[in-house]
């Protein structure tokens, strides 16, 4: 059972990139799943999520209308579009799988993503 983020990498100021996280080894669709981020030496936060049948949660305090997350089940991935990056969203961002419950079981590598001013 494998989750492997991708799609990191540095941008400046306003560009964009999609992080993709493709799953392996469960049945993604019965999978919530959500997008967090760290930066260094603060705590994880929570970014975005999407419901198995689609429905989608978002931190509007981090993303202000600039992130969607989306899901594809035929290919097993979740995405999470980033628009109008600015330097504080730099951050290793890591995807994760929840239970029905709401809980956080499975957790990806994570992919840094770096925004440059």
């Known amino acids: 059972v494998q989750l492997q983020a991708s799609g990191g990498g540095l941008v400046q100021d306003g560009d964009s990139l999609r992080l993709s996280c493709q799953a392996s080894?469960?049945?993604?669709?019965?999978?919530?799943m959500g997008w967090f981020r760290q930066a260094t030496g603060k705590e994880r936060d929570f970014v975005a999520a999407i419901g198995w049948n689609g429905g989608t949660t978002y931190n509007t305090m981090i993303v202000k209308g600039r992130f969607t997350v989306s899901r594809d089940n035929a290919m097993n991935t979740v995405y999470l579009q980033m628009d109008s990056l600015k330097p504080e969203d730099t951050a290793v961002y890591y995807c994760?799988?929840?239970?029905?419950?709401?809980?956080?079981?499975?957790w990806g590598r994570g992919t840094l993503v770096t925004v440059s001013s």
């Open positions: 080894g469960l049945t993604f669709s019965s999978y919530a």
């Open positions: 994760a799988a929840a239970t029905d419950g709401g809980n956080y079981v499975l």
